[in-house]
């Protein structure tokens, strides 16, 4: 499997439920980040989390970090229509400095039916 | 601040035609990378470039494909005698920190 392997690949759920997604890597990292995509578009940034840190919120995500296993995972809480898009994690390798050459997995395709 | 400028968003090209994608980045960005991304994949990094500089270009193929930065003016990524492999999303971003801000791409079709 490759760096920053997301699963599951596709996941559909109702609206108001929560969505959890899972990336496993295989080298040490400074950081890890979540990404959105939607469809036909870039992507847009979400969160970052260090390699020192457990577990980050911002809104309506929750980002764990486990260093130990060398995954993380993503949970959105309260899910909207609006939700439904790709999501990729993103690791930066330790000691690479370059921020711009990170390395992404496949990504989740999460639904979210109204 | 516009963001990250990609243009054009769909490109058709045939075979053995030269692609053209350009790139601008975000006001005050001096770094730009470009990403290709194909059907139902993640994105992989093909080149990192700051202005005038070629910083890391361990992604992308050593022939046909080459990129620059200038002075003044957009980023372009050339593809010369193009393939339908070469069909695929190319994604530029650009940074602040180590987040990274991309463009909305530009989807190479070669027929």
């Known amino acids: 499997s490759q760096q920053g392997e997301e699963d599951p690949q596709a996941l559909s759920i109702q609206e108001g439920e929560n969505a959890t997604m899972n990336c496993s890597y295989k080298?040490?990292?400074?950081?890890l980040q979540w990404y959105r995509q939607n469809s036909g578009r870039g992507l847009v940034h979400l969160i970052l989390?260090?390699?020192?840190?457990r577990e980050k919120h911002s809104g309506r995500l929750r980002v764990t970090l486990d260093t130990s296993k060398k995954s993380s995972s993503l949970l959105i809480t309260a899910s909207r229509a609006a939700d439904t898009a790709s999501y990729f994690c993103?690791?930066?390798?330790?000691?690479?400095?370059?921020?711009?050459?990170?390395?992404f997995g496949d990504g989740t395709t999460l639904t979210v039916k109204p | 601040n516009a963001g990250v400028m990609q243009n054009p968003r769909h490109l058709v090209r045939r075979r053995g035609q030269e692609a053209r994608l350009r790139c601008s980045p975000m006001?005050?960005?001096?770094?730009v990378y470009w990403y290709r991304q194909l059907p139902e994949e993640g994105l992989k990094f093909m080149v990192y470039?700051?202005?005038?500089?070629?910083?890391?270009e361990s992604g992308m193929p050593k022939e046909r494909f080459s990129a620059e930065f200038p002075k003044e003016g957009p980023s372009i990524l050339r593809i010369q005698q193009v393939v339908r492999g070469d069909s695929a999303a190319y994604f530029c971003?650009?940074?602040?920190?180590?987040?990274?801000?991309f463009g909305s791409g530009t989807q190479l079709s070669v027929l």
């Open positions: 080298t040490s990292i400074n950081n």
């Open positions: 989390i260090r390699s020192n840190e």
């Open positions: 006001k005050g960005h001096s770094h």
């Open positions: 993103a690791t930066d390798a330790g000691g690479n400095t370059n921020a711009g050459k990170s390395t």
């Open positions: 470039l700051q202005k005038e500089n070629i910083i890391d």
């Open positions: 971003a650009s940074s602040r920190g180590e987040k990274l801000f």
